[in-house]
């Protein structure tokens, strides 16, 4: 079955640091892998998607995220932090069974220290 | 650009009650799903739909809860007699048909309360 885990359920950076939000799957195929972004109060929103194309997915926002199959991870980075950035963010991995539901990890919250 | 819409956004009832959450999928769009996030934990799947049936649906999904496509455009999630266990964020979701159609574009949710 597939899985994923997210080191740190909190990670607080100051404003124009690195951010690094780390997931790890787990997957019995290759992956497609997701990060979404959801803002206090709102829905989710996808950020990047890796779908077996290039390893180094680029998405909205300034934030990117690499996948590497040898460490089974799926990290997602920018390299600036900005005040906006301060939301909750899932890494998920869709299922290979029939619709192919999306399954989370637990979250972790960004915060951004001025 | 197309958006998943639902409503209401805000639900209280008393336990026991019925409800119907509403969502409006993309238009085009062939597969849809319900996903509930307790607060503070991580969104589950619940159930999802496809050429007018559940597809797959989780443990949590129980007899309780039906989902139906009355009219073409709308797709609800009934609960029929709510728990104080209910009480989360029901978020819709949707995706079009075939390779590159993989993203699932999520609504804004619905928050449920039961007293």
């Known amino acids: 079955a597939q899985s994923v885990t997210q080191l740190g359920s909190h990670v607080s950076v100051s404003e124009g640091a690195l951010v690094l939000l780390r997931c790890n799957y787990s997957s019995s195929v290759p992956p497609y892998l997701f990060w979404y972004v959801q803002y206090p109060n709102q829905g989710l929103q996808l950020l990047l998607k890796y779908t077996s194309a290039a390893t180094l997915v680029k998405g909205i926002n300034g934030f990117e995220a690499e996948f590497k199959k040898s460490e089974t991870s799926f990290h997602l980075t920018k390299p600036s932090a900005h005040m906006s950035d301060a939301a909750e963010y899932f890494c998920?991995?869709?299922?290979?069974?029939?619709?192919?539901?999306?399954?989370f990890g637990q979250g972790t919250r960004l915060t951004i220290n001025p | 650009e197309p958006e998943v819409t639902q409503t209401p956004s805000h639900q209280v009832t008393q336990m026991g009650q019925e409800v119907i959450l509403r969502c409006v999928p993309i238009s085009n769009h062939l597969y849809f799903y319900w996903y509930r996030q307790i607060l503070g934990q991580k969104v589950e799947f619940l159930v999802s739909?496809?050429?007018?049936?559940?597809?797959?649906k989780s443990e949590i999904f129980d007899d309780q809860f039906s989902v139906e496509r009355p009219d073409g455009s709308n797709f609800t999630l009934k609960i029929r007699s709510t728990k104080l266990e209910d009480s989360a964020m029901y978020f819709c979701?949707?995706?079009?048909?075939?390779?590159?159609?993989?993203?699932?574009?999520f609504g804004p949710g619905t928050r449920l309360l039961v007293l």
């Open positions: 979701a949707s995706r079009g048909q075939g390779r590159v159609q993989e993203t699932q574009y």
């Open positions: 739909f496809y050429n007018n049936e559940i597809s797959e």
């Open positions: 998920a991995v869709r299922g290979i069974q029939g619709a192919q539901k999306l399954v």
